[in-house]
Nanobody, 120 residues
């Protein structure tokens, strides 16, 4: 199993920046991909950015503003989402996610979520 611990988030004015971090522990050797999702009130959860195998992808709505990066340590994998030029529409609960592959089966793990609020 994988445990995800998120940090960061908060309240920022439009145009500002925030950084979210997610530390994964446990069976980190089985992690295939990690990423960030978000869910705004009344909306479905949507992908923000994913990193997998050294590649990264971001939603069109955040390209050029958000950057996802991954760093590996002995017992921890950390994924960071640097968010710049924030807009009020970026307001949402942001969730870290990890997908593992074990014995040819995929498992998804989620963090507890962290609130990001962008004021206009």
């Amino acid at each position: 199993q994988v445990q995800l611990l998120e940090s960061g988030g908060g309240l920022v004015q439009a145009g500002g920046s925030l950084r979210l971090s997610c530390a994964a522990s446990g069976s980190i050797s089985s992690i295939h991909a990690m990423g960030w999702y978000r869910q705004a009130p009344g909306k479905q959860r949507e992908v923000v950015a994913i990193t997998s195998g050294g590649n990264t992808n971001a939603a069109d709505s955040v390209k050029g503003r958000f950057t996802i990066s991954r760093s590996n340590a002995k017992n921890t994998v950390t994924v960071t989402l640097q968010m710049n030029s924030l807009k009020p529409e970026d307001t949402a609960v942001y969730y870290c996610a990890a997908r593992t592959v074990e014995l040819n089966r995929e498992y998804d793990y989620w963090g507890q979520g962290t609130q990001v609020t962008v004021s206009s």
